[in-house]
């Protein structure tokens, strides 16, 4: 008995000093995000365009040709940067989607030149560190919790901007993830750890980026290796708000999000339609115009193609890859009911005379549905996003 108490004792503390041992990864802060995507210009000519650093951790900095020969002149200190993140860092396989872009504060002549130079005296040779005569970044003008630095004078180092001083860390959804002043060692050894706590969290994600399911209908076919048939969107033709008359088949191979709306809904249509711009903006930002935004109006009767004109241009929708689709109502219905599988009926007693799903649609590449999700919260649109991000590359 005093054995078994002594045992039991001992295992109950081991268990509990493991458990509460266990590292705690405190996640890091989001100082700010890219609301557009921007082109800088190469020491070499090229335009380069953020949609190419996208899926990459980027730091941004600021640095002078000047460097490390005359300190006052240098937004950083070229050696330890160079030890610190260059060496360690871009040349390390385990870190193969990090990025380092660094502006050039010169205004001297012939400066692409005067950098290609810079890199050969300081052996500076891999593509993962890009330079740029392009004297401004974009993500200097996000709102930072203590002001924005790319309009505040330095005080201690005498430079323009206090923004030349810093470095920011940028994470693979363009948020701003870290600021650092890398004038100073410290500083710079801090990026070192942090991008390795970014690294812990994208790994987690691609954990939990299980493989999404395959709505409707399956069918067995003997007749075919993957024998196994899924639902598929069925063939439609309709009109867009610009008049034009649009199918199915322009969206073969292509990611859809799909919702059914009216122009004269007085409950939950401004939602969505706000919901689904949302979205479009944070496509656009990640560069995915590819992907496509169909939204099919279950009173098609009133809804014209110019009340779906006004309609867009009233909730200020970029109509780049977003269709406003009006047709004949029983297709259209026929088409939510069976294709779509959710519900669309004329009802009198349903807000506004209509009944329809509130929920948008995920498709993908090859016509199955692979999402349903509540298009009025706005929580859902993280979600929504990273799940068209994980269909895009299937």
Same mark, same amino acid.
């Given at each position: 008995?005093?054995l078994?108490?002594?045992?039991?004792?001992?295992?109950?503390?081991?268990?509990?000093?493991?458990?509460?041992?266990?590292?705690?990864?405190?996640?890091?802060?989001?100082?700010?995000k890219?609301?557009?995507?921007?082109?800088?210009?190469?020491?070499?000519?090229?335009?380069?365009? $953020?949609?190419?650093?996208?899926?990459?951790?980027?730091?941004?900095?600021?640095?002078?040709?000047?460097?490390?020969?005359?300190?006052?002149?240098?937004?950083?200190?070229?050696?330890?940067?160079?030890?610190?993140?260059?060496?360690e860092?871009?040349?390390?396989?385990?870190?193969?989607?990090?990025?380092?872009?660094?502006?050039?504060?010169?205004?001297?002549?012939?400066?692409?030149?005067?950098?290609?130079?810079?890199?050969?005296?300081?052996?500076?040779?891999?593509?993962?560190?890009?330079?740029?005569?392009?004297?401004?970044?974009?993500?200097?003008?996000?709102?930072?919790?203590?002001?924005n630095?790319?309009?505040?004078?330095?005080?201690?180092?005498?430079?323009?901007?206090?923004?030349?001083?810093?470095?920011?860390?940028?994470?693979?959804?363009?948020?701003?993830?870290?600021?650092?002043?890398?004038?100073?060692?410290?500083?710079?050894?801090?990026?070192?750890?942090?991008?390795?706590?970014?690294?812990?969290?994208?790994?987690?994600?691609?954990?939990?980026?299980?493989?999404?399911?395959?709505?409707?209908?399956?069918?067995?076919?003997?007749s075919?290796?993957?024998?196994?048939?899924?639902?598929?969107?069925?063939?439609w033709?309709?009109?867009?708000?610009?008049?034009?008359?649009?199918?199915?088949?322009?969206?073969?191979?292509?990611?859809?999000?799909?919702?059914?709306?009216?122009?004269s809904?007085?409950?939950?249509?401004?939602?969505?339609?706000?919901?689904?711009r949302?979205?479009?903006?944070?496509?656009?930002?990640?560069?995915?115009?590819?992907?496509?935004?169909?939204?099919?109006?279950?009173?098609?009767?009133?809804? $014209?193609?110019?009340?779906?004109?006004?309609?867009?241009?009233?909730?200020?929708?970029?109509?780049?890859?977003?269709?406003?689709?009006?047709?004949?109502?029983?297709?259209?219905?026929?088409?939510?009911?069976?294709?779509?599988?959710?519900p669309?009926?004329?009802?009198?007693?349903?807000?506004?005379?209509?009944?329809?799903?509130?929920?948008?649609?995920?498709?993908?590449?090859?016509?199955?549905?692979?999402?349903?999700?509540?298009?009025?919260?706005?929580?859902?649109?993280?979600?929504?996003?990273?799940?068209?991000?994980?269909?895009?590359?299937?």
């Open positions: 008995m005093v078994s108490i002594i045992f039991g004792t001992f295992f109950i503390l081991v268990i509990s000093l493991k458990k509460f041992s266990e590292p705690v990864f405190t996640p890091q802060p989001t100082f700010g890219l609301e557009k995507p921007f082109e800088i210009v190469g020491y070499q000519g090229d335009t380069i365009s $953020s949609c190419s650093l996208n899926d990459n951790i980027v730091l941004y900095n600021f640095l002078s040709v000047k460097c490390p020969t005359d300190f006052e002149k240098c937004p950083f200190r070229l050696e330890w940067f160079k030890i610190k993140i260059y060496t860092l871009v040349s390390n396989i385990g870190f193969k989607d990090l990025r380092v872009v660094t502006s050039f504060i010169d205004k001297e002549k012939n400066l692409g030149q005067k950098i290609a130079q810079f890199r050969k005296y300081h052996k500076i040779n891999s593509e993962k560190w890009i330079m740029t005569t392009t004297n401004y970044i974009p993500y200097f003008d996000n709102e930072f919790k203590s002001g630095p790319w309009e505040k004078p330095d005080t201690n180092y005498n430079f323009e901007r206090q923004a030349f001083l810093m470095t920011l860390l940028v994470d693979k959804n363009q948020n701003i993830r870290g600021k650092y002043l890398t004038y100073d060692f410290g500083e710079i050894r801090r990026i070192t750890k942090e991008i390795s706590l970014i690294l812990r969290e994208e790994s987690k994600k691609i954990i939990d980026n299980k493989k999404l399911p395959i709505f409707g209908n399956k069918d067995y076919d003997s075919i290796d993957d024998d196994t048939v899924y639902h598929k969107i069925p063939f033709e309709f009109s867009n708000q610009d008049g034009e008359q649009i199918n199915s088949n322009q969206y073969k191979g292509k990611v859809s999000l799909v919702d059914f709306f009216f122009t809904c007085p409950t939950i249509c401004p939602k969505m339609t706000l919901n689904m949302d979205i479009q903006d944070e496509l656009i930002k990640d560069c995915m115009n590819e992907v496509s935004l169909l939204s099919f109006t279950v009173d098609p009767k009133r809804d $014209s193609a110019k009340r779906l004109k006004e309609y867009a241009k009233t909730y200020n929708i970029n109509n780049i890859n977003w269709d406003l689709i009006t047709g004949e109502q029983s297709e259209i219905y026929n088409l939510g009911i069976k294709g779509f599988l959710v669309n009926q004329q009802d009198a007693l349903a807000p506004g005379g209509f009944l329809h799903s509130e929920k948008m649609i995920l498709i993908d590449k090859k016509g199955r549905i692979r999402g349903y999700y509540d298009g009025t919260d706005t929580l859902n649109i993280p979600k929504i996003v990273q799940h068209i991000k994980q269909l895009s590359k299937e």
